[in-house]
């Protein structure tokens, strides 16, 4: 069981897209999302979407981040603008099934200053 996802560098006030597919191992998946550890800190909820396309962010992102989900191939992006250097973080992406919450293997985001 798998989610692979792509983080990246970008200037302060830059965009990325963080991608993340779940390996068709996995079935019956219902909430997708995302977290993120930055350094010395806990993980943290960025945002997450239900099967019927419900999004919900935690307040450090809204305005800034979309949350989309595809899931016919159980694929969930985060689109990420205004981007700041708090934001440097890994972000972990998520998938919940009826059995349990399988997390991806991490991604680095970095936002210089």
């Known amino acids: 069981v798998q989610l692979q996802g792509w983080g990246g560098l970008v200037q302060a006030g830059g965009s990325l897209r963080l991608s993340c597919a779940a390996s068709?191992?996995?079935?019956?998946?219902?909430?997708m999302g995302w977290y993120r550890q930055a350094s010395g800190k806990e993980r943290e909820l960025v945002a997450t979407?239900?099967?019927?396309?419900?999004?919900n962010y935690a307040d450090s992102v809204k305005d800034r981040f979309t949350i989309s989900r595809i899931n016919a191939n159980n694929t969930v992006y985060l689109q990420m603008n205004s981007l700041k250097p708090e934001d440097t973080a890994v972000y972990y992406c998520?998938?919940?099934?009826?059995?349990?919450?399988?997390w991806g293997q991490g991604t680095q985001v970095t936002v210089s200053s």
């Open positions: 979407i239900t099967g019927g396309y419900s999004p």
């Open positions: 068709r191992t996995i079935f019956s998946i219902s909430v």
């Open positions: 998520l998938a919940d099934t009826p059995i349990g919450r399988n």
